[in-house]
Nanobody, 120 residues
């Protein structure tokens, strides 16, 4: 079984919003994150959150527009507002890191991704 399953992706116009969800069926570890892979970039950590929700970090490219949250340690969310064309890509949720990190190697559990397409 897939340890994490993303949903909520789709196609939206610039300036629109989407909310991604990640159903978690494995131990979350101390930290969870959303990663993004775009044609012009390798997989990048864009939002991180501690399992208790007290520590949150955003990549500069999404700060002020995206919001990460965790619901009772079983569902991870990414609220995406003011979407830009540059936000287009595959979004992955990741869990199980023992430290606050944007290094993908620190996360042993991954979803298969959900596609987000932003175009006019």
């Amino acid at each position: 079984q897939v340890p994490l399953v993303e949903s909520g992706g789709g196609s939206v116009q610039p300036g629109g919003s989407l909310r991604l969800s990640c159903e978690i069926s494995v131990d979350t570890g101390n930290y969870l994150a959303w990663f993004r892979r775009t044609p012009g970039d390798e997989r990048r950590g864009i939002a991180l959150i501690s399992s208790g929700g007290s520590h949150i970090h955003y990549d500069t490219s999404v700060k002020g527009r995206f919001s990460i949250s965790l619901d009772s340690h079983d569902t991870l969310y990414l609220q995406m507002n003011s979407l830009k064309v540059e936000d287009t890509g595959m979004y992955y949720c990741a869990a199980g890191s023992r430290r606050f990190s944007i290094d993908s190697d620190d996360y042993p559990s991954w979803g298969r991704g959900t596609q987000v397409t932003v175009s006019a």
